[in-house]
């Protein structure tokens, strides 16, 4: 998807597709990354989380890739479905005590699965 | 295993009011942390607190805004003279607090709508 303006990126498929999400984080000092999941109304809730020292973790469905020379991260979701339909966020979190517990969160990207 | 528990989900104040929103952190958990979120925005980071302390205020207005987690109850965060520009969502996350890796688990939300 491409945004424009203050709209948050958005990404349609189809049921049974694979999505990819993308984010670009800016501090290269950032240590953990998180992906949430935040449907409307709710909380965010997490999906898959990859440290700075692996570029690639895989959880049911979903797999997160980190590519840290870039400062991308992405998350990528298998045979999607339409409960999958939500805003996605990713977060960092910096290294070092003074960074522990506060995440930065990206702009988020709204994903709508189609049936 | 109740998750993080907010209250009151929705929050109507009339400008210049008061406003307390409340966050019990998930059983064992010692660590609270508020986050704000705009329309079409991600979260960003407020406060970090423990218990009697608060640990990381670096996302706080520097007015009108206060945050506490006593030795008993919930954590709590005060808004006074609220204006419209204080409407938003405003989460709390609960941790245990030793590693990152043991994850932050957000709550429900409180909705703030000021007229």
């Known amino acids: 998807g491409e945004s424009v303006g203050l709209h948050l990126p958005t990404l349609s498929v189809q049921e049974g597709d694979n999505s990819i999400i993308n984010c670009a984080y800016s501090n290269s000092a950032s240590d953990y990354f998180i992906w949430y999941k935040q449907e409307s109304g709710k909380g965010p809730q997490f999906i898959i989380d990859?440290?700075?020292?692996?570029d690639k973790r895989q959880g049911q469905r979903v797999t997160v890739l980190l590519n840290k020379t870039v400062k991308h991260l992405s998350l990528q979701i298998a045979a999607t479905q339409p409960g999958d339909s939500a805003v996605y966020f990713c977060a960092e979190e910096g290294a070092g005590g003074t960074s522990y517990g506060k995440l930065t969160f990206g702009q988020g990207t709204i994903l709508t699965v189609h049936p | 295993n109740a998750g993080v528990m907010q209250n009151p989900r929705h929050l109507v104040r009339r400008r210049g009011q008061e406003a307390r929103l409340r966050c019990s952190p998930m059983?064992?958990?010692?660590?609270v942390y508020w986050y704000r979120q705009l329309p079409e925005e991600g979260l960003k980071f407020m406060v970090y607190?423990?218990?009697?302390?608060?640990?990381?205020e670096s996302g706080m207005p520097k007015e009108r805004f206060s945050a506490e987690f006593p030795k008993e109850g919930p954590s709590i965060l005060r808004i006074q003279q609220v204006v419209r520009g204080d409407s938003a969502a405003y989460f709390c996350?609960?941790?245990?607090?030793?590693?990152?890796?043991?994850?932050?688990?957000f709550g429900s939300g409180t909705r703030l709508t000021v007229v």
């Open positions: 059983k064992g958990h010692s660590h």
């Open positions: 990859i440290r700075s020292n692996m």
């Open positions: 607190l423990q218990k009697e302390n608060i640990i990381d």
């Open positions: 996350a609960s941790s245990p607090g030793s590693e990152s890796s043991d994850g932050y688990t």
